[in-house]
């Protein structure tokens, strides 16, 4: 009798442990379900932001390295604008965003150069370095091509901020020129000797670091700032 009885208590202990591991696993299949679809609610929450502003917070080191750096070269000492260590995984971007922008300054000379002019044809390297980028703004701007738009914008920003070390060498003439040139043949020494303003070549330079530091944030907020783009219904009224 005795241990008919601690065979049943045996049984009904079991009873409740297995009742307990049922009631937990209906409780986990219930959490589980609910946590997926909460993971995918925020996701979907999320995923127009992240496609709205990826471009700008995945170039923010670069900014602030550009930025940096030609603060540096303004402020303390004109080498930093071609002497600089970049990080090593911005050193692509900068290689060729710079040759590139490089090409159209040399464009740029040999373009305004026809107009017969001295002056515009020394001032149409950086003309044309800073005109095409923000033609490439305005075209994606006006036709709703978000991406494009912020890249001429960044590219408008970065012939800016590196035109302002262009600037600031006007004195020193330490920069080197591209072909081995004579600080002669400097760009901004000239224009600013045609002018007679070379006495205040850092107040030009300062200027226009300004200008591309202005541009930058213009960049960066630019999903708050862009078109939008409606729905076009054609719709035939019967009167």
């Known amino acids: 009798m005795l241990e008919n009885l601690q065979g049943f208590q045996n049984l009904e202990g079991f009873l409740d442990l297995k009742s307990i591991l049922s009631k937990t696993l209906n409780l986990i299949n219930w959490h589980i379900p609910k946590m997926e679809n909460g993971f995918q609610h925020y996701l979907d929450r999320a995923l127009p932001h992240i496609r709205k502003w990826w471009f700008s917070v995945m170039c923010i080191p670069f900014c602030w390295v550009l930025a940096e750096q030609q603060w540096m070269a303004l402020e303390w000492e004109i080498s930093f604008a071609w002497q600089y260590p970049y990080p090593f995984f911005l050193f692509p971007f900068f290689f060729f965003i710079d040759w590139f922008l490089l090409i159209v300054h040399e464009a740029g000379h040999t373009f305004f150069g026809f107009f017969g002019s001295r002056f515009l044809t020394i001032l149409g390297g950086t003309l044309l370095q800073i005109l095409l980028p923000f033609v490439i703004f305005i075209y994606g701007w006006w036709n709703r091509q978000h991406f494009v738009a912020q890249l001429g914008l960044l590219l408008t920003a970065f012939s800016w901020v590196e035109s ?70 054609d719709l035939e009224m019967d009167l």
């Open 164 to 233: 302002s070390a262009y600037a600031a060498d006007a004195v020193a003439r330490r920069m080197p020129l591209i072909g081995n040139l004579p600080s002669s043949a400097h760009d901004y020494y000239n224009m600013f000797s045609m002018k007679g303003v070379l006495a205040n070549h850092m107040t030009y330079a300062w200027g226009m670091y300004w200008v591309g530091i202005i541009t930058i944030i213009l960049f960066l907020i630019y999903p708050l700032l862009k078109r939008k783009q409606y729905d076009y219904v």
